[in-house]
């Protein structure tokens, strides 16, 4: 299956389009799968990759992207946790934004996960 067709076929659920574009739907799900792939990625500069920093803060600014149009507050905690990272090498604690991110949105991230038969 190539990528685009991959795409199409998660069209009708509340899962994500794939499509990136400013008015796509909002994911929680796709967020903290950003977020978890930061917190990994930053545990990785400690050790012989310290350019993963860059990986990192590309996949925080997916995670605002994936919750701007339906949590703005949430998405600006991502945002100003990654200029922190960025500018101070202030290292954000993705496992709590993942937890804020979770509340921010029970509703939404309890119906995907029933969608996909995750128990929680
Ligand atoms: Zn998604």
Do not use: F
Not at 49 to 60: L, Q, S, T
Not at 87 to 106: G, K, S, T, W, Y
């Amino acid at each position: 299956m190539d990528q685009k067709t991959a795409m199409q076929t998660n069209e009708s659920t509340t899962q994500c389009s794939g499509q990136y574009d400013t008015t796509r739907d909002p994911c929680v799900l796709c967020c903290c799968k950003h977020l978890a792939q930061a917190h990994v990625l930053i545990k990785e500069t400690h050790k012989d990759y310290p350019h993963h920093k860059w990986i990192a803060m590309g996949h925080m600014a997916e995670a605002e992207d994936e919750v701007l149009n339906a949590h703005k507050a949430m998405a600006s905690a991502i945002r100003v946790a990654r200029l922190q990272y960025q500018n101070d090498d202030i290292e954000p604690d993705c496992c709590l934004l993942i937890d804020a991110v979770i509340q921010a949105d029970e509703e939404l991230a309890a119906k995907m996960l029933e969608e996909m038969n995750i128990k929680r």
